[in-house]
Every structure is written in structure tokens, then in C-alpha cells.
């Protein structure tokens, strides 16, 4: 149906009508475009627009809409342009020409912001659950795993051993961040532009302020042309989603990594894997493969919207139109990406032994740097010295423990028999109780922390 038409001789070409029509996406807007007018109404009444007789009959056929759209009865016609337009088609089959003084006094341009804004505010608490659904499976392991060490990297080469609770909960953390940004996303979404109508404001005597309480928002919008106009809200949702995605992307990275033959540090669960039609022995993580590439599925989303509105000039054009199906798809995206990730990552298995033998001796050379410097040798000297050492064990393919007591002291009279005893990775992990370490007290007080974030939610 069309809301408009008057000023034309001529019908819409049926290519261009498909093209302007936005009614194949935007239909997932239903339900908030009902609970919109429903309060819409009441406002035109609360204004002396509509009496309270037409209020009653307009919002009793709204609520008939809603119900059709809750047991998914609403039909969509292919003369339907709009989400509104549909729904506005539907109320005139109820109740009538009546339907058409409910938009009296607003326009789809701030029909269409007010809609966005209630689907963002509604679907950002799934989207937190489901996070820190995510969370609990890493801090759980985290708990459940504390006493296993495997070797820590930086630049993908073996750096220091670390708790695999440690490393748990290195993607705890920047989850706790993403949470922190959707909810500040809450706050800066819910301000109404209902009421401001095309661009210049309603002319009719309507509480915004009570408006925008009454759907929800805190209040509304201070000028008509930003609030029709604005899609940062849109565009900041796309970035806070697309880093969550990055987030899970390098944990899947990280995983696909570990559960190779050449770590082995992992073993995937079955259930979370899936085969080669070619080679009957291969278990691939298509699963975090896929948690990987959606992460850049999201960033497309979030470059082309950027795009769309750089160059937009005052109020509402209708590039606009063209923000909802990267929020959607991202929405999308990133809850399915956060449900399966929880139940794979939930079983995926350990192989501690694999862990345990690619904690080499090396991995404690900072140790033994700073056993020279508890000697009362200076750091910078101490980093040379055990350097040489490992430069001499590697020529001779030793380990860095291999090197006989005779050979250390060539190298450094400050060498004794003790320096064998800082080579080990519990003595290498323990030692780093600070605040934020990967030593096991420091990890306990880290759980702590993270279990009473997630507590008090």
C-alpha cells in the first residue's frame, strides 16, 4: 500500500518499485512499528488530536496486528512498500478509514528511527546474555584448569610458561569490555525521534518527554533534523559487534592453532567438527573457522554503512534505508557465532601431556636472567649471559638444562648448582603472583574477580 501518490500522474515502474521497496528486510520491524503507534495514538489523544473513541478502536486494531504478528499470521502483501505501510494496510482492513489519522502528525522518517532504535534496545540484552554465556564456559575452564601450564607466545614463537587458566581468561576480559560498550550503545540508543516527523518537528501539541517514557527511552531526541537523520547508533552497534566478532576471532585462531598436529595441545570435540569427502581421517574445525571469517564478514558490514553516511547531506535521505540489513545480518552474525562457540569450546578437550613437553627448558631464560640478578648481576648484563647460554646449548642441540655446571660457569662464574632449579615451569609460573600474573595466587584472586562480575549481573 502507498502512503503517498496524489502528486503522481503515473504509476511507479514495477523495477523501480522493487528497488525503492524495503518491505523484504524491514518487516522484521513489525512488532516494534505496532508497540510505536500503539503509543503514538495515545499521544494524538493526549493532544486533543484523536478523541478517546478513536484512540480506543485504532489501538484495539493495533493490538490485532500485534497478535497476528506474534503467531506469525501477519501476511505481507507485494503491494506493501513498507513495514508501515503493511501495517497501516492492515489496520484499514480492521477497523477501517480510521486508520488513517493514526500518522497524522508524524512521518516515516521518524517512524523508521523510533522502530530501529526499540529493535536495538530490545535485542542488546539477548546479545549481552549470550556473551556472557561465553564468558562462564572461560571462566569455568579457567577454575577447572588452573594447575595446567602450556608454553605462552609472542610473535608465535615460545615465550614464557603460563597458566592455561591465565590464558583462559586473557579472553575474559576483552568479552567483559564488549559488554561494557553495548550497554553505554543502550544508553546513547534510547532517545525517541518520534515526534519529529519529516524533518522540522510535529506541529501538534505532543509530550514527547511522556512519549519517549512511555516506550521507553529516556527522552527524546533534542532536534528534529539530527533525530531523523541519526544512524550512529547503527554504525557504533556495527563497530562494538565487529570487535566482539575480532575478539572471537582470535580465540578461534588460537584454538585452530592448538588443535593442530603440529600443537596438539587441543583435541576438538566431534560434535563441533566436521569431516573431508575425500580424506576419511581428517576432524576439521570448520566450526572456529568460520568464528574466524565472520569477524571480516562483520567489518564489510561496517565499512559499507560508514560509507553510506559520510557524504549524506541534512536529514533523512534515503541511504538510510540501507542500515538495516548490516544491523541485522551483524546481529546475526555475532549470536550465532556466540552460541556455537559456547558449546564447542565447552568441550573441547586438553592434552596436557603435549602441553607439558613443549614447555622446554628455554621458556625459563628469563628466570635464570633474573637468578643472576638476585646474584647482585645487573639485568642487561644478566640478559647477555643467558643468552650465550642458550646460544650454546642450541649449537650443541642441548637443551637449555643439558648444559653441564662447568660450561655455565665458563660462561658466568655466578652460576651454581641452584640455577638447575629455576628451570622448571611451576617455579617460572608461581613466581608471577602479582597483581594480573599468571602465578597461581594472583589467578585465584582473578577468578574471584571475574566470578563476582558475572555474579553481579
Known sequence: MKMWGGRFSEGTDPVAWSFNASIKFDQRLAPQDVRGSIAWAKALEDANVLSSAECQKIQAGLEII?????????????????????????LGEIIGPLAG?????????????????????????????????LMVVLLDRAEREIDVILP????????????????????????????????????????????????????????RFALAEKLGFSQPCQNSIDGVSDRDFVAEFLFSACLTGIHLSRLCEAVILYASAEFGFFILPERFATGSSIMPQKLNPDVFELGRAKAGTML?????????????????????????????????????????????????????????????????????????????????????????AARFAAERKHRLDEIGLEDLKT??????????AV???????????????????????????????????
Open 423 to 457: 628451570l622448571r615451569s611451576e617455579y617460572s609460573v608461581n613466581r608471577r603472583n602479582t597483581y594480573g600474573g599468571t602465578g597461581i595466587e594472583a589467578l585465584k584472586e582473578q577468578i574471584k574477580t571475574a566470578r563476582r562480575l558475572i555474579r553481579s549481573e
Open 152 to 207: 605462552g607466545f609472542t610473535h608465535l614463537q615460545h615465550a614464557q610458561p603460563v597458566s592455561i587458566a591465565h590464558w583462559w581468561l586473557s579472553y575474559f576480559w576483552p568479552l567483559a569490555r564488549d559488554r561494557e560498550r553495548f550497554a553505554g550503545l543502550a544508553e546513547r540508543t534510547a532517545v525517541l525521534p518520534l515526534g519529529s516527523a519529516a524533518l522540522a518537528g510535529t506541529p501538534y501539541p505532543v509530550d
Open 101 to 133: 489519522k493514526l500518522h497524522t502528525g508524524r512521518s516515516r522518517n521518524d517512524q523508521v528511527a523510533t522502530d530501529l532504535r526499540l529493535w536495538l534496545l530490545d535485542n542488546l540484552l539477548q546479545l549481552d546474555q549470550k556473551i556472557m554465556n
Open 66 to 90: 500485534q497478535s497476528e504478528i506474534e503467531d506469525e499470521s501477519f501476511e505481507i502483501l507485494e503491494t506493501d512498500e513498507d513495514i508501515h505501510s503493511a501495517v497501516e494496510r492492515r
Open 300 to 388: 564489510g558490514y561496517l565499512t559499507g554503512m560508514l560509507a553510506v553516511l559520510k557524504g549524506l547531506p541534512s536529514a533523512y535521505d534515503k541511504d538510510l534505508q540501507e542500515d538495516k540489513i548490516p544491523l541485522f545480518s551483524s546481529f546475526d552474525i555475532l549470536s550465532s557465532t556466540l552460541s556455537v562457540l559456547k558449546g564447542a569450546l565447552k568441550d573441547l578437550k586438553l592434552d596436557s601431556s603435549r602441553m607439558s613437553i613443549a614447555v622446554s627448558p628455554e621458556l625459563m631464560a628469563t628466570d635464570l636472567a633474573d637468578y643472576l640478578v638476585d646474584k647482585g648481576v645487573p639485568f642487561r648484563e644478566a640478559h647477555r649471559i643467558v643468552g650465550e
Open 411 to 420: 660462561i658466568s662464574p655466578n652460576f651454581d648448582e641452584s640455577a638447575r
